[in-house]
């Protein structure tokens, strides 16, 4: 096949809408529901905030990487409910905390999705339990589910069964993705369903040989040619569809589920 041609990935904030907080250093309260939401914190004097409504499709977009303790990508807010934002090692804590409360109480704990924009990069954080929804046996458990960032990644699945789980529903660019050794019994999930031209459950490549992945609010007609939500090149093996399995719910999140084509997938 001849080689993918990505186009602009740069851009972080496609299809959410940015909040940024403002630098008042007083307590201001800020609403995510409905929409996804990105809220921008800068370098400076912000306050302790609150947000609100925040679910799993919101994001919160830091100017610097948020201190992980263990270094594992999970980043859990104190036993008073706060997260401290601008804390740079155990013993020495910043100026500003929040505290997130969602549908069903506290957010408690935050995943690292990467990092990347410009003049400057911002360090991106989602609620974790929509990576650990899909630590469930049908899925393979934890050490066969896997999530890139927001960043150019290269993502192997060989070595059994993998689930990949692609967070479109942020409303965030996820970067130009290279996958290598998808096949049977390997699954993307995504958190917003994939536009597919043909309406039977096929959902095929552009002629630059990438999926253009659709954004938070996906599917659009327009996802072809814009990739809101990023894009991907299958590459060995060159995979140019995928087929849309069915979707299930977990912990009040839906997931579109999709697999390479079989003997039974119809051409496009």
């Known amino acids: 096949m001849a080689d993918p041609i990505f186009r602009d990935n740069s851009n972080l904030i496609t299809t959410a809408s940015r909040v940024d907080i403002t630098l008042n250093n007083t307590s201001d309260v800020y609403d995510a529901s409905g929409a996804s939401t990105a809220f921008v914190f800068k370098e400076g004097d912000a306050g302790d905030d609150t947000l609100t409504g925040f679910g799993s499709n919101d994001s919160i977009l830091n100017y610097k990487k948020i201190f992980d303790g263990n270094g594992d990508g999970f980043i859990q807010f104190g036993a008073n409910g706060e997260l401290d ?21 506290p957010v408690t704990e935050l995943r690292y999705l990467g990092s990347k924009g410009a003049p400057g990069d911002l360090h991106v954080y989602a609620n974790s339990a ?14 066969n589910v896997m999530e890139g960032t927001v960043g150019n990644d290269t993502i192997d699945f060989g070595g059994g069964n993998k689930t990949l789980l692609i967070d479109n529903a942020l409303g965030l660019n996820l970067g ?41 609010a996906g599917p659009l007609p327009t996802d072809p040619k814009t990739g809101p939500g990023g894009q991907i090149d299958f590459a060995t093996p060159d995979v140019q569809q995928i087929k849309f399995v069915g979707s299930e719910v977990h912990g009040g999140v839906t997931y579109y589920i999709y697999e390479a084509p079989d003997a039974s997938t119809p051409p496009l």
């Open 130 to 143: 929509t990576l650990k929804n899909l630590w469930i046996s049908e899925f393979g458990g934890r050490a």
């Open 85 to 105: 934002i601008d804390r740079t090692s155990r013993k020495k804590a910043g100026n500003d905390q929040i505290q997130v409360t969602g549908e069903n109480g």
């Open 176 to 216: 130009q993705d290279t996958f290598t050794n998808f096949g049977a019994g390997d699954k993307i999930v995504t958190t917003a369903k994939l536009f597919d031209n043909t309406m039977n459950n096929v959902v095929g490549f552009g002629k630059n040989f990438v999926l253009d992945v659709s954004g938070a």
